[in-house]
């Protein structure tokens, strides 16, 4: 024992020397290239005494980098991972610009634009180095992963570190339909993955809910209920406010009522970890979890987790590098999009290319060396969403040549996971899943000149812009809103003349009575758009509004709506039915009846029963929208500005995928997929089945307490604490 340890000090020295003498060199060739940096006094030094001053400075910048590097990163902790990355550079180079000053006579010297420079060749070098030498020995490379660890285990009782129970990491590649990933792996994008679908994995695909998107689907996959959640964003009437999934005030409250549903506090509460999610899971371990990013100071274990990253300057150059030349490739993709003529197609500038740099790089980063760190400490479930697809499919499309780079790199990321799996204390399972597909379609505006807002406005009376009078395509949808505009505005003139007579106080007539009429009937709806699915409400009226009060308010805008081309069908409330779907042509179905024929027969098998459940939400809007899908090309019209989008009904965004391992069993088995023809139904069905795997190595989970008066589970991260039952109590 004694032996071994005196050779891996031995070898810890040896890399240090090597390191040294590199970077010593590299700061050599730097002082002969730069102008702006030298090595020498204003005299000259001889070629022995100028080697010296250069393994001085490297000296004092890796003793620097080492000791102030990590103590400044967790200073800035409450800095936004973007502006914490761009300070990388600044940071970096004032550490040289210091190490130099510590040069004895005062022979460095470098200009602080030169000193950024550098330093980030100085850090780029040493860690290349290092890690060359560590690769060459298992154990050194063991030991430069396990520093990516944010802090090691405190539950002595729950640890799994050196258990030969595995570990299950989960790894969510948003937005990756399953057609997508079959495409990918058979054009050769994927080869990681092509060879695990070859021997050790299978693959399942699973449908979606009527809301296809990340936050509904997280929220079910993490906590087990995305109960009332109609859409990503959508009006609540009861409490006045807008919820948007990626808000964080709004996921804190959507966690919140999960849990209160379930009475579990989620997928991770047993020794688990959450990496770039909206949600937490119950995991004690978060980093850039939307639902806790509102704490601040030292417990804000969400910014936290950049520090197992950014505390190697080698790690943060490299992402700074990375986030810049990924700018730079957005912006010259967009450029070629719009000389080649490329259609359909979306605007690109603005913050979209430091927002896609952010999500392909830098979440990418901090989120992958996190799943290391929670490998190599053991943990025992970790979760974490890769959102980089996603975002990059939303603007050049789901089958563009920009997201087929994305997909090779998210390969490359899958390996470095699995390959940094084999220095964990335990073996590991490596799950891969999607939370949605995207769908690919022009812009329901770029299709009919208008917007649904406009289109909308025009069918209930109200003005509508400019732009949307003047378009010179959809001549149907104009005509629509034209005969919805002279409907809405008659109707309007008669409400005006009963305001007029009623507005002299009569007998016991209040002086306000009219005002308060006339606010009401000047209320303007509310739409909101998620992906094809959009939500229409009237804050001005309490509780959902029926068929027939809609058409009571506004006769024209029930049917504009149902019989515009760009429009697949309607879920409204119904005195008569309950509630009862629109269509073209007068079509009505009451929801009883509704079945995946009729209206509904483009959306494929389950679509009638996904509509039946969001129409039982408390928070269903007053008016749910869903654009039209053609089977023959896949194609739907988005509510926003995205030509590959997801959130409601149509082709590739209902079907994402499972990606297991083989020996965790056939996820149809023992879940309710027989009743759903042999699929996996639902966000929630996919919690039981990851569930049923984690518990197969670590027991059932136990709920040991929970806050009866707010029906939240007590702990640290508002997680629910469970224990396991051993085996032998099964």
């Known amino acids: 024992m004694a032996e071994r340890r005196w050779r891996r000090a031995g070898s810890a020295l040896l890399r240090v020397i090597v390191v040294w003498a590199v970077s010593t060199l590299t700061l050599l060739a730097l002082a002969g290239l730069l102008p702006d940096f030298q090595l020498q006094s204003d005299d000259g030094d001889s070629a022995t005494r100028t080697a010296v001053t250069a393994a001085w400075g490297a000296g004092a910048f890796g003793l620097l980098t080492a000791l102030v590097w990590p103590l400044v990163v967790r200073a800035l902790l409450l800095v936004p991972a973007l502006v914490l990355g761009l300070l990388v550079f600044f940071l970096n180079g004032s550490l040289l610009l210091i190490a130099l000053r510590l040069i004895p006579d005062g022979r460095g010297d470098a200009a602080p634009e030169t000193a950024v420079v550098v330093a980030a060749v100085m850090s780029a070098v040493a860690s290349a180095t290092s890690t060359a030498l560590a690769v060459r020995d298992d154990d050194a490379y063991g030991r430069r992963l396990s520093r990516l660890a944010t802090r090691r285990r405190r539950r002595q009782g729950a640890n799994g570190t050196g258990s030969d ?262 073996p590991y399972r490596i799950v891969l899943l999607s939370d949605h597909g995207q769908s690919p379609g022009e812009t329901f505006e770029g299709a009919y000149g208008l917007t649904l807002k406009d289109l909308v406005r025009a069918g209930c009376g109200l003005p509508v812009s400019r732009r949307a009078g003047r378009t010179v395509c959809g001549a149907e949808a104009r005509d629509a809103a034209a005969d919805a505009l002279r409907i809405g505005l008659h109707r309007r003139r008669e409400e005006e003349q009963d305001f007029a007579a009623s507005a002299a106080p009569g007998p016991g007539a209040t002086a306000d009575t009219p005002w308060e009429r006339r606010d009401q009937m000047a209320a303007d709806p509310i739409v909101l758009a998620s992906g094809n699915l959009a939500l229409i409400s009237f804050p001005d009226q309490p509780g959902r509004l029926t068929r027939e009060q809609i058409e009571a308010r506004h006769p024209a805008l029930l049917s504009t709506l149902a019989n515009h081309p760009g429009i697949g069908f309607l879920l409204v409330a119904s005195e008569r039915h309950g509630s009862v779907v629109l269509g073209p042509s007068g079509v009505e179905v009451p929801i009883a009846e509704l079945t995946d024929d009729g209206p509904l027969a483009p959306f494929g098998k389950g679509a009638a029963e996904a509509v039946r459940r969001t129409d039982s939400f408390p928070h269903v809007a007053d008016i749910m929208v869903n654009s039209v899908y053609d089977p023959g090309t896949g194609a739907i019209h988005a509510f926003e500005q995205q030509i590959g989008s997801h959130g409601g009904l149509g082709g590739e965004q209902s079907q994402p995928f499972l990606m297991a391992p083989v020996e965790l069993g056939d996820p149809l088995h023992g879940t309710e997929a027989g009743d759903a023809g042999g699929e996996l139904v639902g966000a929630e069905q996919l919690h039981r089945v990851l569930k049923r795997w984690l518990r197969e190595c670590t027991g059932p989970q136990i709920p040991l307490e929970l806050d009866g008066d707010r029906g939240e589970p007590q702990g640290q991260d508002g997680g629910q604490r469970l224990e396991a039952t051993p085996p032998g109590e099964r």
């Not at 579990?264 to 959450?274: K, R, W």
């Not at 978060?286 to 804000?300: F, I, K, P, W």
């Not at 790690?315 to 912006?331: D, K, Y």
Request: with cysteine; net charge positive; hydrophobic share 45%.
């Open 165 to 426: 129970c595995p570990g299950m990491v989960f790894i969510q590649l948003d937005g990756v339909g399953h057609d997508v990933l079959l495409r990918a792996v058979k054009d050769g994008l994927m080869p990681t993955l092509a060879g695990w679908l070859d021997g050790t994995h299978r693959l399942t695909p699973w449908r979606t809910d009527w809301s296809s998107q990340t936050g509904a689907s997280q929220l079910g996959i993490l906590h087990g209920s995305n109960h009332d959640v109609p859409a990503f964003r959508w009006y609540e009437k009861d409490t006045g406010r807008v919820m948007v999934s990626n808000r964080p005030a709004s996921a804190v409250e959507l966690q919140r009522r999960a849990i209160e549903r379930t009475g579990d506090g989620g997928l991770l509460t047993l020794d688990g970890a959450s990496r770039g999610n909206l949600f937490s899971g119950g995991a004690d371990q978060v980093a850039l979890v939307l639902s806790v990013s509102t704490r601040r100071g030292r417990e804000n274990r969400s910014r936290a987790g950049y520090f197992a990253y950014f505390s190697d300057p080698a790690n943060a150059v490299r992402t700074a590098l990375s986030f810049v030349a990924e700018v730079a490739r957005e912006i010259q993709q967009s450029i070629r999009a719009r000389l080649r003529g490329d259609h359909p197609r979306v605007a690109r500038g603005g913050l979209y290319p430091l927002i896609r740099a952010f999500a392909t790089v830098v979440e990418r980063d901090v989120v992958v060396a996190a799943v290391i760190g929670d490998m190599l400490a053991g943990r025992t479930a970790v979760y974490a969403d890769l959102v980089a697809y996603d975002e990059v499919a939303h603007h050049s499309g789901p089958h563009s040549r920009d997201a087929a780079l994305v997909l090779e790199s998210l390969d490359r990321a899958v390996a470095l996971l699995a390959k940094a799996a084999a220095h964990a204390p335990r």
